[in-house]
C-alpha cells in the first residue's frame, strides 16, 4: 500500500492511496495552484517589475566611455505603491548622475513595453530614444545596429561636452550589460573579458544570463556597416520639474472622480461605463411565456363559462 503526502496549509498530511483520497489529492493540488495565480496576479496588478527590487538603481560611468547603466526608473503611479526609500524616477536618476558629479544627456530604453513611464515623464533636459528589444534572448542584429546608430549619432553631436549615454533595460543587467559590451568590442575593438569586466564593475551586478556571455565571448563581432547613418532622431523629454507624491495622488483622486462625475451627468454609454443591464430572455423563452399567457386566458375563459358569467363583462 501506498502513501500519500500533501502539505495544506503548513501542515503534512498522509493519506493512504485510495481513490477517495487520490480525489482529495486532486482537490488541494487544484488549491494551491489557484493560490499561486492569485499570487502572480496579484504581482502583474501592482506593475513592478518582478526582481526590481534586488537590484541597485544606477551604476557608475564605465571608464573611458559614455555609458552609465541604471535600472528602469517607474512613474509616479508606480512608485507611489513602494516606500520612499524603494522608489526610483527619472528625477532621481538626474540626482544620481549628479552626485557623481556627472551630467546625463541621452536615456537609451530597451524595454520591451511602455508601461513604466512616458516622454512626458523625461527631464526636458535628457534625449531620449528607445530599441525596443526582448528579453531572455541574445539581441538581433537589427537591435544592435540600432544600438550603434544611437550612440554614434549621440558622440558626434556633443563632441565639446562631457554628458552621459544613460542606457537601460527592466534590472539594468543584462539587455543593458549586453549592448554596451557589444559596442565595446565591436566598435571601441576592446577584448571581450575586458568589457565585461568593466561593465560588471561599474554597474555593481554581474550579467546574469550565460547565452548573452557566451556570445560575447564566442560568437563572430558584429558589422558596423551603417553606424553613421542614424534612423531617427532622439526626442526630447517635456517634464519641468517633478511633481509631489502628495500631489500627484490628490490628482489621481480627482481625476478619478471626474471621471466619475462625467459618467453619470452625461449618460456615457461606451462599454466600460455602462451599469450591468438585467438579462434579456431569449427568444425561446418569450414563445414560451406567451404560450403559458395564453393558455392561462383560455382556462379562465372556460372557467367563467361554466358558471355562467360572460368572460368580456
Known amino acids: 500500500m501506498s502513501w500519500l503526502f500533501i502539505c495544506r496549509n503548513s501542515t503534512l498530511l498522509c493519506l493512504k492511496a485510495s481513490a477517495g483520497n487520490r480525489t482529495l489529492l486532486g482537490v488541494a493540488m ?12 496579484k504581482k502583474k496588478t501592482t506593475g513592478i517589475p518582478d526582481g526590481w527590487l534586488d537590484y541597485c538603481p544606477v551604476g557608475s560611468r564605465i571608464p573611458g566611455t559614455r555609458f552609465i547603466p541604471f535600472k528602469v526608473p517607474l ?6 505603491q513602494l516606500p520612499a526609500s524603494q522608489s526610483f524616477d527619472l528625477w532621481d536618476l538626474l540626482d544620481s548622475v549628479r552626485q557623481q558629479n556627472q551630467e546625463l544627456g541621452l536615456i537609451i530604453d530597451l524595454t520591451f513595453t511602455t508601461r513604466y513611464y512616458s516622454v512626458s515623464d523625461i527631464p526636458q533636459c535628457c534625449a531620449y530614444i528607445k530599441i525596443p528589444t526582448e528579453g531572455h534572448r541574445v539581441p538581433n542584429d537589427g537591435a544592435i545596429l540600432s544600438f550603434k546608430r544611437a ?3 549621440f558622440l558626434s553631436q556633443n563632441q565639446d561636452n ?10 539594468g543587467l543584462n539587455r543593458t550589460g549586453y549592448l554596451i559590451c557589444r559596442y565595446l568590442i565591436d566598435v571601441d575593438r576592446l577584448d571581450a573579458a575586458a568589457a565585461l569586466q568593466l ?17 560575447l565571448q564566442h560568437a563572430a563581432k558584429r558589422s558596423n ?3 553613421d547613418e542614424p534612423e531617427r532622431n532622439p526626442i ?9 507624491a502628495t500631489l500627484i495622488k490628490h490628482q489621481e483622486k480627482v481625476e478619478s472622480n471626474t471621471a466619475a462625475q462625467h459618467v453619470k451627468t452625461s449618460g456615457d454609454e461606451s462599454a466600460e461605463n455602462q451599469q450591468p443591464k438585467e438579462k434579456q430572455p431569449s ?10 399567457r395564453y393558455k392561462t386566458r383560455n382556462k379562465k375563459s372556460a372557467d367563467g363559462s361554466a358558471q355562467g358569467h360572460d368572460p368580456a363583462s
Not at 30 to 41: A, H, M, T, V
Not at 236 to 244: F, Q, S, T, W, Y
Not at 283 to 292: E, G
Request: charged share 30%.
Open 30 to 41: 487544484s488549491q494551491q495552484q489557484q493560490q499561486q495565480q492569485q499570487q502572480k496576479k
Open 75 to 80: 512613474k509616479a503611479a508606480l512608485n507611489c
Open 151 to 153: 550612440v554614434r549619432h
Open 162 to 171: 562631457s554628458r552621459l549615454i544613460g542606457v537601460h533595460c527592466t534590472h
Open 199 to 215: 561593465f560588471n564593475s561599474s554597474r555593481g551586478h554581474h550579467i546574469e544570463r550565460k547565452n548573452y556571455i557566451r556570445d
Open 225 to 227: 556597416r551603417g553606424i
Open 236 to 244: 526630447m523629454g517635456l517634464a519641468v520639474r517633478k511633481e509631489p
Open 283 to 292: 427568444q425561446k423563452q418569450t414563445k414560451r411565456r406567451a404560450r403559458r
